[in-house]
Every structure is written in structure tokens, then in C-alpha cells.
């Protein structure tokens, strides 16, 4: 996101339906979780299909956070590490500090962490960042597209969490390019963790040569034909199925064919979203795919049939 805090607009309390605490953003029009719960979504898109049990103590676990946020998906992570932690070398990416202080101001949020993963998102809050003998992390205000190349380059990621506003809102960061550098950034058995399902998003990470799975609802979400998106290097171990995810249908693969899977374009990576919009409009007009809504009318006439 570019901009400063202040063009994000009114942030105002969006309660969800288990119980725990979000935001709705005036500028982005959209809220930071879907209604069936911010908890629920965290721990199903973001750490039951990281497998954190892949991480023993004693090995290191590197992980982007791009778009803090609240700091739901951080959380969630570091509360199901605290059993047997390996080392963490945590980033995180965020423009707004607001939703970040307004979540650790809220008593039912703070109800949710154990004292030393709260301590963390204090840290975060405070001092940008935190430093324990076997964990570390660092916080990086700004546009996530700049930010980014603030962390060394050597530094591979075994997890990404993606938790963006939605691409046709913020199409900065989900770019080509964005996401390619992304991708570039994953360790070789890495995981990038997306609630997008968008085609533009998944036809830009498979050319970045990852591949790709669906994730399965949250508890209490409703059951669509997708509810985001796991992409990992083509030789990572990652099976077919698993916790939380599963292959994409050939339904999935056909919307990759589709004028929604053109991507959204920001080559020089400071473009605003008004100009990635527009760009991608004027593709989408030229390119010869499938027009959307094709795709829609004949998957809804399949399986009715």
C-alpha cells in the first residue's frame, strides 16, 4: 500500500461471529476478516496448513508477515509454536500502525494470547520489533513494495502470510511483480499463505513457478468453491492434500484461462492502484481469454446438471 497512515481512512470495530474482535477500513471499504471470525480465519488459512509441527526445536523458522494488521495471523503462529519452539527470525510488513494498537487496546483481544506471545505484539507496537536469545523480530513501517527490499536478500522465508486487502482494493500488493519477489523469497520447502483465490493472483505465483493448492473453509465460513490459495517451490514435499487444503478443481484451472487470471501489473513497483487498475483493464480487453462470466455460466450449468 502506498500512502500514509492518514489515506487509510476511518478504521471502526467489526465484531465477528466467534466472538473475536476486528476492523472495518473506510478507505480500502473492506473489512480485516470475514464475519465468520478473525480467530477462526487465522488458524485455518495461515497455521493449520503451514504444518508447524514441520519446525522441531532447535531448527530455524523464518517467517513474513505481509500486512500485520491486527496481528491475528502472527499470533496464532507464534501461540501454536509455544510447545516446542524452534528459533524464529520474524518480518513483518505494515503501512498503518493504528489497527495493531487498536487491537492490543481491546481487553477481549488481548484475552486471546498467552503473556508471551502478547508480549510480542507489545514489542511490535512499541519498539518495532523484539529480541530473546531464541527469537527475534523485526517490524518494517511503510509500503510493503519498498520494505521488502529492506530485508536481506540471502533470507528465505519458510512461511509467507499474505493477508493483503483484497486485489481489486489494494493491487499493489498483489502484483506480478510483488508476488514474484515473494516467491522468490520462499526456502525451498517454503509456503506462501494466501486467503485470495483470485485467478490474476494464482496465474501470477504459478509463472513465478510455484505451485499451487486450495485451502478449505474456516469454521463457520461459508463453503465456496475455494477460500484461498497455498503455493510452495515445485520440488517442496508438500502432498496433494492435506491439513486444510487440497489440489485445485479442474474448475480452479479453467479460471486460470480466463480474462480474470490477467495479472495485475506494477513494473516499476510504485505505481498507485488507480494506474495497476486501469493498466490491467486495458489488458484485459485485448488479451483473447475467456471472458469471466463464460467461465461462470458454464460451471454453474455443470453442476446443476
Request: net charge negative; proline share 7%.
Amino acid at each position: 500500500m502506498s500512502g500514509s497512515a492518514a489515506d487509510l481512512g476511518a478504521l471502526s470495530v467489526y465484531p465477528t461471529a466467534d466472538g473475536s474482535f476486528s476492523l472495518h477500513s473506510d478507505h480500502f471499504g473492506e473489512a480485516f476478516h470475514n464475519s465468520a471470525g478473525a480467530l477462526n480465519e487465522a488458524r485455518a488459512k495461515f497455521v493449520q496448513p503451514a504444518e508447524l509441527h514441520r519446525f522441531s526445536t532447535g531448527s530455524a523458522l523464518r517467517i513474513l508477515d505481509v500486512c500485520l494488521g491486527l496481528g491475528y495471523n502472527t499470533a496464532a503462529v507464534l501461540e501454536a509454536l509455544l510447545m516446542a519452539a524452534p528459533a524464529v527470525q520474524w518480518w513483518g510488513l505494515e503501512l498503518d500502525r493504528r489497527p495493531l494498537e487498536q487491537a492490543l487496546d481491546q481487553a477481549s483481544f488481548q484475552g486471546i494470547w498467552s503473556a508471551p506471545v502478547l508480549a510480542k505484539l507489545e514489542a511490535i507496537r512499541d519498539h518495532g520489533g523484539w529480541q530473546e536469545p531464541n527469537s527475534q523480530g523485526i517490524q518494517l513501517w511503510g509500503d510493503a513494495r519498498a520494505t521488502l527490499q529492506e530485508i536481506p536478500e540471502p533470507v528465505r522465508f519458510d512461511l509467507v502470510l499474505l493477508d493483503a486487502f483484497s486485489p481489486q482494493r489494494c493491487p499493489e500488493l498483489w502484483s506480478e511483480e510483488f508476488l514474484g519477489a515473494l516467491a522468490h523469497r520462499l526456502a525451498p520447502q517454503g509456503r506462501l499463505l494466501t486467503y485470495s483465490r483470485s485467478a490474476a493472483v494464482r496465474a501470477s505465483l504459478k509463472r513465478a513457478g510455484l505451485s499451487l493448492f486450495s485451502l478449505l473453509p474456516a469454521p463457520g465460513e461459508r463453503a465456496g468453491w475455494s477460500s484461498g490459495t497455498l503455493a510452495t517451490p515445485p520440488n517442496s514435499d508438500c502432498p496433494q492434500d492435506g491439513p486444510g487444503w487440497r489440489p485445485l478443481s479442474a474448475m480452479e484451472w479453467e479460471h486460470l484461462q480466463t480474462r480474470a487470471a490477467v495479472p495485475f501489473r506494477d513494473p516499476q513497483g510504485n505505481a498507485t492502484a488507480d494506474a495497476i487498475l486501469e493498466r490491467r483493464r486495458e489488458e484485459q480487453q485485448h488479451c483473447g481469454y475467456e471472458p469471466t462470466n463464460a467461465w461462470q455460466r458454464r460451471w454453474r450449468r455443470d453442476s446443476a446438471s
